[in-house]
């Protein structure tokens, strides 16, 4: 049970590790942050795409590289707006991770205790874990199964 449960923690930090979000400006965005800002991407990529709309046979071409100009800045501010948040998301869900992996330190140095006492303790931060990763999946709205790769 020891083995499994030092495997069990390597295995958690390396993916942990692996997964680590790189953050340039040492600025943390909470998801509810980052999920404001999605939507306000949102709205620039719906006024840039009314603006496009907009267009009369008698506007001009200058009209039509500045809405199409505009377009692309919203779109651009959107797909960052979605790294942030997936970031977020996942920073969120290393959290509860990282501290079952504390927890599980402690307990393995604690060579008294009983498999069933060891369980007991783990358990409320397993849950935590297991919530957040459920949470994780439904907000990428993942089914379950890897994603086949295709090459």
């Not at 295995?11 to 040492?26: T, Y």
């Not at 404001?36 to 603006?51: I, P, R, S, T, W």
């Not at 297991?130 to 907000?139: G, S």
Request: include cysteine; glycine fraction near 4%; hydrophobic fraction near 45%.
């Amino acid at each position: 049970m020891r083995r499994s449960l030092a495997v069990a923690a390597a295995c958690l930090s390396l993916a942990l590790a692996a997964c680590s979000p790189v953050d340039k400006k040492n600025k943390v965005v909470t998801e509810q942050q980052a999920s404001v800002n999605v939507c306000d991407q949102l709205v620039k990529v719906g006024a840039a795409l009314e603006a496009s709309a907009a267009l009369t046979p008698t506007s001009t071409v200058g009209d039509a590289e500045a809405a199409g100009k505009q377009l692309r800045t919203a779109l651009k501010g959107l797909k960052q707006a979605e790294v942030t948040l997936e970031a977020a998301r996942i920073e969120a869900f290393q959290k509860q991770a990282q501290a079952f992996n504390q927890e599980l330190k402690k307990v393995s140095q604690e060579k008294q205790l009983t498999l069933e006492e060891a369980a007991k303790t783990l358990k409320p931060q397993a849950d935590s874990v297991v919530a957040a990763h459920k949470e994780l999946q439904a907000a990428v709205q993942c089914t379950g199964k890897a994603a086949a790769t295709t090459n």
